[in-house]
């Protein structure tokens, strides 16, 4: 009982981190249409501005401030650079945020170089909870890294934010639509890219959310974007290009594959490729994508 | 800038259209009058849908040249959204119902930008129907059905000019009569409309005049009464 619960929470630990990358991708994917590689880059920009915050002003400034800089930073990127990209092949669009992401990569080495930088969790965060004294099935002394709770309860909570966003709001429901047929959109009167844009910007957010309190899990250096970019887009890829549900559910599968797999190393290493082929063959569009979709 | 007096309210100037290196419209011009109800025919490929939807803006086809005035406002300079807030709307082919949303969230969805038509209550009026589908997912609906919240999500804008593209298609002549129905008592609203229909002769049921399309260019213009007594005109130009 207590290894299977064990195992369950880590295995949400783990998707929750892929999950909050998967979302922005496939939010902006779903919207703009943009393979956005550079997504990870966000990620790990999130996560390097909160150190550098935290260490100056405290977590509390950092929270607040991190996300409002990520927006920004999404807003003029897709301004600046990404729509000039919309009419153009996946393969542009996938090398120009892919040097942007490489660049990214570098402009932080050359400031902070190459090495991990030590990110303190806030003192109200630190520690370990004794989960058996909360939940009276486990026996014994049952402890789990109060941190690691944390990103669990805020990457649910955002996915939670995301979806009332969406589907409860007027913005959301524009968004929606734009999402399943945006020409329509535009014979209706709808300024879609103007929408398109804000959703950029929520996206770069979500990485921020992932930044903050993922950075003290992953370490933060220079590489962190990439390495957790490729599992990120095997997650949107199969859960369903452009499908948030499909996100969810697909990462939900990785890090319990992970969290399961975690005694034998060497399956551990190539479960989640081995899931993702075996996924594919059988539904190429993914388990949540829409039929004709990057099929 | 072309004056708007009623006989030239829509007024197409040679207007050349492409897809990709595709050349489709070869210099249509035409001058549709506030009120009047034109069926533009042709036979398939004669890019009729082309037009129509250079007409309403879409980012594809591209116009490449030509002018398009719409009660003296150059539409050839906007895009598809700035088009629809100048009064164009467009019924699609194959309606384009947006899937995943309600009736009534495809109705919303139409009034996000300005200018409103109808409002919301007084479309279900209209269309029972609707009003008792309207928390359902709208792509469930029958295929009528779907036309009819196509021609409703129009009305829930303000209407200078309808641009209906194939409203029968697909759909069982039982119903047929039901959407033929339902453009008669639009016909009375006095808007302004542009049909094209496979369904020659339930267009021409419908329309004043008709326009008749081949290889890209205006081949006939006259009223609906000509296309249906001339039988050479509808045999060479729509086999019928």
Do not use: C
């Not at chain 1, 909570?157 to 047929?181: H, N």
């Not at chain 1, 452009?242 to 479960?271: N, R």
Request: hydrophobic share 50%; no cysteine; glycine share 10%.
């Amino acid at each position: 009982m207590n290894y299977l619960f064990l195992q369950v929470l880590t295995g949400l630990q783990i998707s929750a981190l892929y999950m909050l990358i998967a979302l922005g991708l496939t939010l902006i994917f779903g919207t703009l249409g943009v393979v956005n590689f550079a997504h990870g880059a966000l990620f790990m920009l999130g996560a390097y501005f909160a150190v550098v915050i935290s260490d100056a002003f405290g977590f509390s400034v950092a929270l607040v401030s991190v996300p409002i800089l990520l927006f920004i930073v999404g807003i003029i990127l897709e301004r600046g650079l990404i729509r000039f990209f919309y009419e153009r092949s996946h393969t542009d669009q996938i090398l120009v945020t892919f040097g942007l992401a490489i660049v990214i990569g570098e402009v932080l080495k050359t400031i902070y170089g190459a090495n991990n930088l030590p990110f303190a969790k806030p003192s109200w965060g630190s520690g370990i909870v004794k989960l058996h004294e909360y939940l009276p099935f486990l026996e014994g002394f049952v402890a789990y890294p109060k941190w690691r709770l944390i990103l669990v309860v805020v990457s649910f909570s955002t996915v939670a934010a995301l979806f009332l966003l969406l589907q409860f709001t007027r913005f959301g429901l524009i968004v929606r639509a734009g999402m399943r047929d945006s020409q329509m959109l535009a014979f209706l009167g709808v300024n879609i890219t103007r929408r398109f844009t804000i959703v950029f910007g929520i996206g770069a957010v979500i990485a921020a959310i992932a930044g903050l309190f993922g950075g003290p899990i992953t370490q933060v250096e220079p590489e962190l974007g990439m390495k957790l970019l490729i599992p990120s887009f095997l997650v949107v890829v199969v859960g369903g290009m452009g499908s948030l549900p499909g996100a969810v559910l697909a990462s939900l599968l990785f890090g319990m594959a992970l969290s399961f797999t975690a005694k034998y190393a060497e399956i551990q290493q190539i479960i989640i490729y081995l899931l993702a082929v075996v996924i594919l063959l059988v539904r190429p569009r993914g388990l949540m994508g829409k039929k004709g979709l990057m099929e | 800038m072309s004056m708007s007096d009623n006989k030239s309210f829509f007024s197409v100037k040679n207007i050349h259209a492409y897809y990709g290196e595709s050349y489709i419209v070869q210099g249509v011009s035409f001058d549709v009058a506030e009120g009047e109800i034109v069926a533009l025919l042709g036979r398939n490929g004669a890019g009729k849908t082309t037009t129509l939807k250079t007409l309403a803006r879409a980012l594809d086809p591209k116009l490449r040249s030509g002018e398009i005035y719409l009660g003296g406002v150059a539409l050839h300079k906007m895009k598809a959204h700035e088009a629809a807030q100048a009064g164009v709307q467009l019924v699609p082919e194959d309606r384009r119902i947006i899937p995943g949303l309600t009736v009534e969230e495809n109705l919303i969805i139409a009034q996000v930008a300005p200018n409103k038509g109808w409002e919301i209550d007084r479309i279900y009026e209209h269309f029972p129907r609707l009003a008792e589908r309207r928390k359902q997912d709208a792509t469930s609906m029958s295929g009528g059905e779907q036309q009819m919240l196509a021609v409703a999500r129009a009305l829930a804008r303000e209407v200078k000019l309808l641009l209906l593209d194939e409203p029968y298609e697909g759909l069982a002549p039982i119903i047929v009569h039901e959407i033929e129905a339902i453009l008669q008592e639009v016909k009375k609203l006095g808007i302004t409309t542009i049909i094209v229909e496979q369904n020659a002769v339930a267009a021409l049921k419908l329309a004043d005049s008709a326009i008749i399309l081949d290889t890209g260019e205006v081949a006939f213009r006259g009223t609906a009464k000509e296309v249906l007594d001339n039988k050479e005109l509808r045999e060479e130009y729509l086999a019928i």
